[in-house]
């Protein structure tokens, strides 16, 4: 089994109350505007969402997978969107918590893992086998490490000019 794994987390504290920031991420728009490297979101008919995900990876180029997640978790403090049950091959977690510090500071926690798994390397893509199940996950560790550091840095920057 050729397996890539990747994961970053962090938290922010950001001005605004927790309804807002709670309200802001869970508007799946929000992360297609506001994040690079997802190419687009979707809801099917039955309900389930479609992330789909673009990074390049150096020795290899770019990587475009989708990712079929459900909405598992959604409260004022917490939204967490997983893989929906039966999915064996691109499983991603994205979690973002939110604590209210203050009447108009919000504590802000996200964490994403994504693993990607394949019986052969070239099953994910053609050059996965020479870069290595380490090389590709470390880069794309770095990856959503960008990604959601952007993604943070616009989504904060956004919230706080509407306070």
Same mark, same amino acid.
């Given at each position: 089994?050729?397996?890539?794994?990747? /994961?970053?987390?962090?938290?922010?504290?950001? !001005?605004?109350?927790?309804?807002?920031?709670?309200?802001?991420?869970?508007?799946?728009?929000?992360? &297609?505007?506001?994040?690079?490297? =997802?190419?687009? %979101?979707?809801?099917?008919?039955? /309900?389930?969402?479609?992330? @789909? %995900? @673009?990074?390049?990876?150096?020795?290899? /180029?770019?990587?475009?997978?989708?990712?079929?997640?459900?909405?598992?978790?959604?409260?004022?403090?917490?939204?967490?969107?997983?893989?929906?049950?039966?999915?064996?091959?691109?499983?991603?977690?994205?979690?973002?918590?939110?604590?209210?510090?203050?009447?108009?500071?919000?504590? %802000?926690?996200?964490?994403?893992? &994504?693993?990607?798994?394949?019986?052969?390397? $070239?099953?994910?893509?053609?050059?996965? /086998?020479?870069?290595?199940?380490?090389?590709?996950?470390?880069?794309?560790?770095?990856?959503?490490?960008?990604? =959601? !550091? &952007?993604?943070?840095? $616009?989504?904060?920057?956004?919230?706080?000019?509407?306070?």
């Amino acid at each position: 089994m050729f397996t890539i794994r990747a /994961g970053y987390s962090d938290k922010v504290e950001v !001005k605004t109350n927790l309804e807002r920031a709670s309200k802001f991420f869970s508007n799946i728009k929000n992360f &297609v505007e506001l994040m690079p490297g =997802i190419e687009s %979101i979707h809801t099917d008919g039955k /309900g389930i969402t479609h992330w @789909r %995900i @673009r990074a390049d990876i150096p020795l290899i /180029g770019e990587m475009k997978q989708s990712f079929t997640v459900e909405l598992s978790e959604k409260s004022d403090e917490r939204i967490e969107w997983s893989p929906i049950a039966g999915e064996k091959q691109n499983l991603l977690r994205y979690a973002v918590d939110f604590v209210e510090k203050g009447a108009n500071l919000t504590l %802000i926690q996200f964490s994403q893992s &994504v693993e990607m798994r394949r019986n052969s390397a $070239r099953e994910l893509h053609l050059l996965a /086998g020479l870069a290595g199940e380490s090389i590709i996950s470390s880069e794309m560790s770095k990856r959503v490490a960008e990604m =959601i !550091k &952007v993604f943070v840095r $616009r989504a904060r920057e956004r919230l706080e000019s509407a306070s």
